[in-house]
């Protein structure tokens, strides 16, 4: 059973451009959550998704980020029109049940390094 | 608002020797979370603990729970290379999916 599969690992963007981050969950986890870390830091909460619902997205910024899980294929984490400051890691993990209520352990994926020149 | 603080945030130590890392958070909260994060790599799961009280062992290492001082520790035993790496803890609150973690600390076992 492959774990979380992120890619790219590493994207390079020009401020302006649009950044696409594919996450595929473990093989029969239908619940991904996507987190962001800045150097030096933790990793902080963005969304909260199940297949073709978005539950959670307290942790998105209003503006050009958005988040998908469609019901076949893996989930994207978009970003249009990046700037400087979006440049972290970004990690994406699943479970096969909510965590919250399963006692479930999150898997994480190897997280997509995104750097804006 | 949920708020995780880990000290030490930095942390050299010689191999054979015992350190603690302390998991401080602010609310109450139903789980707790130990993570250990290699330079450039992925989050591995290490321990989440439930209940107050909760100890659980690994190797070297060892993770309790005190849900009353909203404390947990991550305990090295005889600290080898092999355990140099980021270790983050992470609570969440009651029914929340979301995870708030600590701005982790960096341990550096030194031969």
């Known amino acids: 059973n492959a774990g979380v599969m992120q890619n790219p690992r590493h994207l390079v963007r020009r401020r302006g451009q649009e950044a696409r981050l594919r996450c595929s969950p473990m093989?029969?986890?239908?619940?991904v959550y996507w987190y962001r870390q800045l150097p030096e830091e933790g990793l902080k909460f963005m969304v909260y998704l199940q297949k073709e619902n978005i539950i959670d997205e307290s942790g998105m910024p209003k503006e050009r980020f958005s988040a998908e899980f469609p019901k076949e294929g893996p989930s994207i984490l978009r970003i249009q029109q990046v700037v400087r400051g979006d440049s972290a890691a970004y990690f994406c993990?699943?479970?096969?049940?909510?965590?919250?209520?399963?006692?479930?352990?999150?898997?994480f994926g190897s997280g997509t390094q995104l750097s804006v020149l | 608002e949920l708020k995780v603080e880990q000290n030490p945030l930095f942390l050299s130590m010689q191999e054979g020797k015992n350190y603690t890392i302390y998991c401080n958070y602010s609310t109450t909260s139903d789980r707790l979370y130990w993570y250990r994060q290699d330079p450039g790599k992925s989050l591995e799961s290490l321990f989440v603990?439930?209940?107050?009280?909760a100890v659980k062992q690994e190797g070297r290492l060892m993770a309790s729970l005190d849900t009353k001082a909203r404390l947990s520790t991550l305990h090295i035993t005889a600290a080898v290379h092999d355990l140099s790496a980021t270790y983050f803890c992470a609570v969440s609150n009651f029914g929340n999916e979301k995870l708030t973690f600590g701005t982790g600390t960096r341990l550096t076992i030194i031969p």
């Open positions: 093989k029969g986890h239908s619940h």
């Open positions: 993990a699943s479970s096969p049940f909510p965590v919250a209520s399963t006692n479930e352990k999150l898997f």
């Open positions: 603990l439930l209940s107050n009280g």
